[in-house]
């Protein structure tokens, strides 16, 4: 028995007992995948052809990772993708995201550039003066961080390159912040630190945060990551700093260290999703804590109907082996369970000798894992956490799900402009795949952002006749039919839920509708439009 096989009203405890692994449907039924893929793109995967073939692959947004890279690096991953796109632009969209280095802090340069291995037990000084910048040994150690001695204290720890390397604050004296080693390591050049237990006053955007920024608005990127943010403010800069040219760009926050978790009600009302960033994270705080972090960061996400990334490591051995480990495909697959709307990859497809390879094993397991959820409480769930009253569109949202279910449905159809209407039908979790036909090729692109959306760019233009806007609507739902049955999404003579607006425009969304879809492919023959 396979979990479509029990009544709707079983418990989560019956479906997970109805699972079978004697299914082998991932190829037949690869599109109808809910959770998006993130690739990051390093020099190995940056070219048209490699980037079509990891869109082939499962590949839904490319991520530009900005700690690294020239500006003339990250305008060829931008034209490349475009050039995949082009290639084959019956394909599914790609959305571009622009990854923010983010306040950071580094130790300095060493000495004749030469590693030196220390002891634990060492005892060296930490220095915010200028003067050791470019000379460190193994008796001074430049940070970068003016304020260092002000907000640690003796006592507090240390977290030198991922945490490799840990050292214990003994003293502060003026600029000097005396540390011991508490383990063998080596101080190397520019190595990243962290301040567990400590808060932070860095500002949320550096100067080359800023120039990034203005980038990534002047190229037309879909969204930005932004890395360390630890309060709602850090949202606003963003935003501002965006400007009118990046005024649609999605900022998804990344909550990579304790002040973030600490302010997270704030930061949720203020971006429009959110990474647990699990590297920085798991250095920050205790790393047996990160997965109670991450199923939290998401259930707040999933109530808040705002999508959630779950990043780092995922299938970190799959950088250099053709297989991942089983506790890596577990991890994907509890993310998705978790409710993750969206999925990533780094290494194994920036720098990996195995990135088609990364994203199919990635697309398979979020693919099985989803059928593993047991929906109708989950419905049930997510509308009982939802404050009344609701809105009209969100209204209509929940009865589509709602009446999917009922129906026994094969699809939920939506007419967006701006994507919040498949936002919000996303929500509620439906089992079925929400097939959103926009005439905005932005939003076809960011709509990958929430779980099960199936974005279709409608290319006929705008500006219609009030006349004739009843004809537009049925053009763009048949428009929608067509495409989805082409890709296997949906089945001729299945139910489909169309929902709409009651006239032009964004935010009208209050309309829902009942469909059969044709059986006859000339019956979705879109018609004229003849102006009056």
């Known amino acids: 028995m396979t979990s479509t096989q029990i009544p709707a009203s079983a418990s989560r405890l019956q479906w997970l007992a109805s699972l079978t692994t004697a299914n082998d449907e991932f190829q037949e039924k690869k599109f109808l995948r809910k959770t998006a893929i993130i690739a990051t793109i390093g020099p190995k995967t940056n070219s048209p052809d490699m980037l ?46 622009l990854d923010t280095k983010g306040p950071e802090i ?15 037990g060492h005892e060296f000084i930490i220095s915010t003066e200028d003067k050791h910048k470019d000379c460190c040994d ?39 912040v005396h540390v011991r080693a508490i383990n063998n390591g080596t101080l190397s050049s520019r190595k990243g630190v962290n301040l567990p237990k400590t ?33 709602a403010q850090d949202v606003l800069d963003i935003r501002e700093c965006l400007g009118p040219d990046g005024a649609n760009i999605k900022i998804i926050v990344k909550i990579e260290n304790e002040q973030g978790l600490e302010n997270f009600d704030e930061i949720l009302r203020a971006t429009d999703g959110v990474m647990v960033a699990r590297g920085d994270l798991g250095i920050e705080i205790p790393a047996s804590q990160v997965f109670l972090a991450q199923k939290m960061i998401i259930a707040k996400c999933n109530m808040a109907g705002k999508p959630a990334i779950c990043a780092t490591q995922m299938l970190e051995s799959m950088t250099y082996n053709p297989r991942p480990t089983r506790a890596e495909v577990s991890d994907v697959a509890n993310a998705v369970m978790d409710g993750a709307d969206c999925v990533m990859l780094s290494g194994e497809t920036a720098k990996g000798s195995y990135p088609i390879e990364s994203v199919r094993m990635m697309a398979e397991t979020c693919f099985l894992a989803e059928s593993a959820i047991c929906y109708p409480p989950l419905y049930d769930e997510l509308r009982a956490c939802t404050p009344r009253p ?31 209407t498949a936002r919000l039908i996303s929500k509620y979790r439906p089992n079925v795949p929400i097939i959103t036909v926009t005439r905005s090729q932005q939003t076809a692109r960011q709509i990958h952002l929430h779980r099960g959306c199936y974005p279709f760019w409608y290319p006929e233009p705008r500006g219609v006749p009030p006349s004739q806007w009843q004809t537009d609507v049925d053009n763009r739902i048949r428009f929608g039919l067509k495409s989805a049955l082409e ?46």
């Open 52 to 97: 079509q073939k990891l869109r082939e692959a499962g590949m839904n947004i490319v991520r530009m990772n900005f700690s690294h890279g020239s500006y003339e690096y990250h305008q060829s991953v931008i034209d490349n993708t475009r050039k995949a796109v082009a290639s084959n632009p019956n394909g599914r969209p790609l959305a571009i995201a």
């Open 106 to 120: 580094r130790t300095g340069l060493m000495r004749n550039e030469t590693d030196i291995p220390i002891k634990a």
């Open 138 to 176: 193994e008796k001074v150690m430049y940070v970068d961080y003016a304020n260092l001695p002000k907000v640690t204290e003796p006592g507090k720890l240390i977290y030198v390159d991922d945490g490799i390397l840990s050292l214990l604050v003994l003293s502060i004296d003026g600029p000097n």
């Open 199 to 231: 808060p932070v006053d860095l500002p949320a955007l550096s100067e080359k945060d800023k120039k990034d920024l203005q980038f990534g608005a002047k190229n037309g990127v879909d969204m930005i990551f932004a890395s360390f943010i630890r309060r």
């Open 390 to 420: 609701t809105n009209t569109v969100e209204t209509v949202a929940m009865a589509a799900v709602g009446a999917a279910a009922e129906q026994d449905a094969g699809g939920i159809l939506v007419l967006s402009t701006s994507g919040n």
């Open 487 to 532: 890709l296997n999404i949906i089945k001729p003579g299945s139910t489909v839920i169309a929902v709409q607006g009651w006239k032009q425009g964004s935010f009208h969304t209050n309309t829902m509708r009942i469909l059969t879809v044709p059986t006859e492919m000339e019956d979705l023959t879109i018609l004229p439009l003849v102006s009056q």
